[in-house]
């Protein structure tokens, strides 16, 4: 799929766009979900240009659900959670927004995850969640 280079996440990867981040390395980059489904929802994306998961190299992908697994957790030992919602979205027919690759990590349970990039967030609050995850890593 064609990839626009001037997305939301890819300007966060570039640093052009502030985020609440918890993880960074050279391959992959997480931060906290700006209207968050669930207090604790962190966003887990590849830096490589992809639109969705089936656009995406193999190898890519392998390194970043790694990086899924260890801020899952992360997010387990410092937010008390009891389970967590791994959720990716491929496809606007599928309720995808923002057209590059990233997998949700939504500590809730499927039976009470609503509607998705509703409601903005208190940013303060969710900074001091995004503290506790990387306190944990
Ligand atoms: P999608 O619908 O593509 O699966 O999910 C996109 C997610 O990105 C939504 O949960 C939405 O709340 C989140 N989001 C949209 N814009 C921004 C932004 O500028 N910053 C952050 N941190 N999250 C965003």
Redesign the pocket.
Known sequence: MLYDDQN??AR?IRNE?P??KVYEDDQVVA???????AEG?T?VIPKTPAVTLLDLAPEAAAYTIQIVQKIAQAMEKALDIKGVVL???SGAAA?????HV?F?LIPTSVHELGK??LHMGDQEKIKVLAEKIKAAL
């Open positions: 939301i996440f966060i766009l985020a609440i931060f906290m979900d700006i209207m968050p489904q929802h966003l959720m990716q979205l309720g995808q927004t923002v057209p990233h949700h998705h990039a």
